[in-house]
């Protein structure tokens, strides 16, 4: 649940009304079926950490051989690369609207890189500890921000046709690929578990947690978003700081709660990047 409770998850979400188009209610469907169908992978490959007691670029050579291995170890560090890139790029967004434009973008995006190191770089134990506790202050923060921007939000409806089903067809392409990107990682943070563990309970709660962090966010990204096309004061603040500028108009009525509200929630990319981070070490 830590790993997608962050901002970076809320971005995604708000790419159906942003690109496609496509509805409030047709955003809230196509999120939910494509995280259904998307962590199946990443929670049956959880599966197999117990079972092996070996990491998932490990477990590749069973099926790649020893240099298919090696090329997908190349593969998956440049995909950590880039999800952490992104992540922060999206919590430095955060970080210039809380500060208003005088912590500069790339201040705010080296801020949560070193934080995301720093955790990382102590390895499997810790990772666990923060992993462990950061959901519980993460998922009151999102729900501050659904509370006070919902006044805001607004029910676009979506026409039918072809290009409508395009349209859902690609956005839920992106929530897939969100989802199902975990697969690569999966069996890196259960290798210590006992070779006993029922394989159901590892799927269940590897399947679990993503699913309903997943939907959350994305389904409040998606209704955020809503509110810049009726609203003109979110839409210049979405023109101006991103989303950082959109998560700032929720809490905009709580001052300066609402400020640490959005301190808080740029350091939320920290946990979805220590995964990336730590796996992206043992690829390399």
């Not at 690109?19 to 998307?38: A, E, M, P, Q």
């Not at 006993?196 to 990204?221: C, D, H, M, Q, R």
């Not at 001052?255 to 959005?262: H, I, R, T, Y």
Request: hydrophobic share 50%.
């Amino acid at each position: 649940m830590s790993a997608n409770l962050t901002v970076s998850t809320f971005s995604l979400g708000t790419l159906g009304p942003q690109l496609w188009y496509v509805g409030w209610r047709d955003s809230f469907l196509t999120i939910l079926f494509f995280n259904f169908i998307g962590m199946i992978p990443p929670a049956y490959m959880a599966t197999l950490g117990p079972k092996t007691g070996l990491r998932t670029i490990c477990f590749t050579r069973y099926t790649f051989g020893w240099y298919g291995a090696m090329f997908l170890a190349c593969v998956n560090v440049i995909s950590c690369l880039g999800w952490s890139m992104v992540n922060s790029i999206v919590g430095g967004q955060v970080i210039l609207s809380v500060s208003d434009g005088k912590c500069p973008l790339a201040v705010g995006v080296i801020l949560i890189a070193i934080v995301s190191l720093l955790i990382a770089l102590f390895g499997y134990k810790l990772i666990h500890q923060y992993e462990r506790y950061s959901w519980i202050l993460m998922i009151i923060m999102f729900s501050i921000v659904a509370g006070l921007g919902a006044h805001a939000f607004s029910n676009i409806p979506m026409p039918s046709g072809s290009g409508e089903v395009a349209s859902v067809l690609s956005f839920g392409a992106a929530v897939f690929g969100f989802s199902v990107a975990w697969c690569s990682l999966t069996m890196d943070y259960n290798v210590n578990m006992s070779e006993n563990t029922p394989a159901w309970k590892t799927f269940i709660s590897t399947y679990g947690g993503p699913f309903v962090s997943l939907n959350f966010v994305e389904w409040l990204g998606a209704a955020a978003m809503t509110a810049t096309f009726v609203n003109d004061d979110w839409a210049a603040a979405y023109e101006a700081s991103g989303i950082g500028g959109l998560l700032g108009m929720c809490v905009a009525s709580c001052g300066g709660f609402g400020k640490f509200v959005l301190v808080v929630l740029a350091f939320s990319i920290v946990a979805n990047n220590i995964p990336n981070n730590y796996s992206l070490a043992l690829c390399a």
